[in-house]
């Protein structure tokens, strides 16, 4: 299930933001974005995150400000010196080559990795990590309401798309039912039909063969099962916990009936409605994806 939360803070010479953020996966994903000068958070965001959520890729992100006065970025001299004097190496190894190099801008050396550094790695961290594992709690209670919120919507949704289930599984049960006779009175005529021009023929065998004719074409155990995962679906809405995985494979259930029930329909009313049959549930599996 898709998420999101932000949550601003102050304490220990630091401002920061963090936010949380998780998009539709069929496991749990988690993924820290901190800077990796802060440490003792991975493990913390992780089980904060493990909490409330079951399935998604979700990813915890943090901005660190220091406060001014709190100290800044400094040059590292003996990181400057090896820079300059490989960039030394450069230049002459050009120059006996017969190249000409474009001189490197002071922002592209203090760009270079370890030039400048912050004073954030001289600074006792301690207390940070505190108040921000601190906030955790905030930030994932913001998250869960927000997903929370997102859920009740989709229940509201699929729901109705169960109604719209039920009320054509009870207008094909409704169809089936009034060509019942009509079927019987078609496989009637075709057996004497067929007794009539087929001398010699095995009564027996010809009602057997239009026996399984007529199973073929009902559509009784469809409808039935159509009804069954209704009511199973909706028992899953109202369960605590991950239910995503188990509406997912009801879905497809959904579909295979709707599929039979098509396939067996003979009669272009009875297929108009496992058509729509169809398109709902497609509307449904749509939105199931959605669902931790």
């Keep these: 299930m898709t998420g999101f939360a932000a949550l601003k803070g102050a304490g ?6 963090w936010d949380m953020r998780a998009v ?28 409330v959520a079951a399935r998604g890729n979700v990813t915890v992100g943090l901005r660190l400000t220091r406060d001014e006065g709190a100290g800044g970025d400094r040059i590292d001299r003996a990181a400057l010196a090896r820079v300059l004097e490989q960039l030394g190496a450069v230049d002459a190894a050009a120059a006996e080559a017969g190249v000409t190099l474009a001189r490197p801008t002071t922002a592209e050396v203090l760009a270079t990795r370890g030039v400048l ?13 505190r108040a921000l594992t ?4 905030k930030l ?7 997903r929370r919120s997102e859920g009740e919507s989709l229940k509201s949704v699929i729901g109705g798309q169960l109604d719209r289930i039920e009320a054509l599984t009870a207008e094909a049960a409704r169809l089936a039912e009034a060509r019942r006779d009509e079927m019987a009175a078609k496989l ?3 057996l004497a039909r067929v007794l009539d021009n087929a001398e010699g023929a095995d009564a027996d065998r010809v009602a057997q063969e239009l026996a399984l004719i007529a199973v073929k074409s009902d559509v009784t155990e469809e409808i ?12 899953l809405l109202e369960t605590a916990g991950a239910i995503g995985r188990k509406l997912d494979f009801l879905s497809q259930e959904f579909n295979r ?12 009313e009875l297929t108009r409605v496992g058509l729509d049959l169809k398109a709902t549930i497609d509307q449904m599996r749509e939105q199931v994806q959605n669902v931790e």
């Design 12 to 17: 220990a010479g630091f401002s920061w933001a």
């Design 24 to 51: 539709n996966a069929r496991g749990l994903d988690v993924r820290v974005r901190v800077p990796d000068w802060v440490e003792g958070l991975d493990q913390p965001v992780r089980a904060a995150v493990a909490g």
């Design 117 to 129: 550094v912050s004073d954030a790695g001289e600074t006792d961290l301690e207390p940070l990590t």
């Design 134 to 137: 601190a906030d955790l709690p």
């Design 140 to 146: 994932v209670e913001a998250f869960d309401a927000m």
């Design 188 to 190: 009637r005529d075709q």
């Design 224 to 235: 039935d099962r159509l009804n069954a995962h209704v009511k199973a679906a909706r028992d």
């Design 257 to 268: 009936e709707a599929n039979t029930l098509c396939s067996k329909a003979q009669s272009s």
